[in-house]
């Protein structure tokens, strides 16, 4: 199980989430299309008593090949800019860079 660290640091830049948030350059090197970030599904994630619990198959997140299970503790979490979970994965798909959930899910 692969756990999630909060913004390591990185000298790389950032790309936008949307249009009205961009990472930080700690959870995102790269841009829109070579980038480890990326939203993904409210399905693949599940809220437990200690953090979060995602599992991602391919097609949930343009890095993923292989199903993969994160465990993120809640105090982690990054809030998202938007109402929607993003997970940043670094330096392969079997780790976990960022994690962000909308605010009201914190």
């Given at each position: 199980m692969a756990s999630v660290a909060a913004l390591e640091s990185g000298?790389?830049?950032a790309h936008s989430a949307d249009r009205t948030w961009t990472y930080p350059p700690a959870c995102c090197h790269g841009d829109?299309?070579?980038g480890e970030c990326d939203r993904i599904p409210a399905t693949t994630v599940t809220p437990r008593?200690?953090?979060y619990v995602i599992i991602l198959r391919p097609g949930d997140h343009r890095k993923v090949t292989h199903q993969n299970r994160y465990f993120v503790p809640y105090d982690v979490v990054i809030p998202s800019?938007?109402?929607?979970f993003h997970i940043c994965l670094h330096p392969t798909e079997e780790d976990g860079n960022c994690f962000?959930?909308?605010v009201d899910m914190m």
């Amino acid at each position: 199980m692969a756990s999630v660290a909060a913004l390591e640091s990185g000298s790389a830049l950032a790309h936008s989430a949307d249009r009205t948030w961009t990472y930080p350059p700690a959870c995102c090197h790269g841009d829109a299309v070579t980038g480890e970030c990326d939203r993904i599904p409210a399905t693949t994630v599940t809220p437990r008593p200690d953090g979060y619990v995602i599992i991602l198959r391919p097609g949930d997140h343009r890095k993923v090949t292989h199903q993969n299970r994160y465990f993120v503790p809640y105090d982690v979490v990054i809030p998202s800019g938007d109402d929607n979970f993003h997970i940043c994965l670094h330096p392969t798909e079997e780790d976990g860079n960022c994690f962000f959930a909308p605010v009201d899910m914190m």
